[in-house]
């Protein structure tokens, strides 16, 4: 059987990865402090990995934003402390690298982005996730492996366990907590895709030996405001919507995704959905 090693396995993507994936992968998680080569170091020492899974990171934005030191150790040095650990063993070991659509400039007008897009990350996350890829690349190209190294840039996406600083639980919080609520700035539209699609895509990419960039999302334009009142109608309260500021896109294209033959199962109503009743 393949065995996987996950970091990251307590986040919302590593979870529902093992869920998905236990009865067909051999999956070990990784229970060290990804700072530490040494912690790295002793997990392959036990285990003869076919792929690695490299969702650890420092998220949401505003935690980063806050953390910033703590953010570059762990999403950029132990980054590279995983590859330089994946790129000493003599065996052949597929590299998943989940980045982000922080990554990309903020577009004026509803186009789709590209993998060949400018890169001028918008938040302090992104720029550590874009450093993180950079040094990837650089590494792996560096030992001729490069077509060993998948890097995913992953757009908008929701859980019941993400953390209440993320959009969607964040604007949940506030709906439910008054009658009549006053929401201001939602004026932007972004790229929403399930969390089971995304699992759905590495498990596609993996046995694809994928290797390069490639977008993680569903290609479908949603306003933020509208979110806001799908969840306002499903918990029935009212809401007053007030914009303000000029509307920004981050909205994916995932043609090469699709090329590879995956296909989204789950829309923006099914993400809510599920989100509110598993929240209750």
Known sequence: MIVCGITGSTGVLGRKFIEKYKSKLKIVSFKGD?????????????????????????V???????????A????????????????????????FFSSTSHVYKYKKGNKKI??????????????????????LVSEFKKNNKLN?????????????NQKKNFFIPNITNKIKSKKNIKLINLNHFRDFISVND?????????????????????????????????IATKLKKKIKLESSNKPTYIIGNNKKL???????????????????????
């Not at 076919?50 to 420092?58: E, K, P, T």
Request: glycine share 4%; charged share 20%; hydrophobic share 40%.
């Open 72 to 95: 570059m150790k762990v999403n950029i040095e132990g980054t590279r402390n995983l590859s330089r650990v994946v790129l000493n063993q003599n065996s052949k070991i597929w590299f």
């Open 198 to 230: 995304i699992c759905n895509a590495i498990f596609l990419l993996s046995k694809k030996n994928y290797s390069g960039i490639i977008n993680i999302c569903s290609g479908l334009t949603i306003k933020l405001e509208l979110i806001a009142k799908i």
């Open 148 to 160: 060993q190294l998948c890097i995913g840039r992953i757009f908008s996406f929701t859980s019941y």
């Open 258 to 280: 699709k090329s590879l033959g995956w296909k989204q199962t789950e829309n923006i109503n099914n993400i809510l959905k599920n989100y509110l009743l598993n929240k209750k």
């Open 114 to 135: 590209t993998e060949n897009d400018l890169l001028l990350p918008f938040t302090k996350y992104g720029y550590t996730k874009l450093k993180a890829e950079k040094l």
């Open 34 to 58: 990804i700072t530490k080569k040494t912690d790295i170091e002793k997990w392959f020492k036990f285990n003869k990995f076919n792929l690695i899974l490299h969702f650890a990171a420092l």
């Open 60 to 70: 949401p934005t505003n935690l980063v934003e806050q953390n910033y030191n703590k």
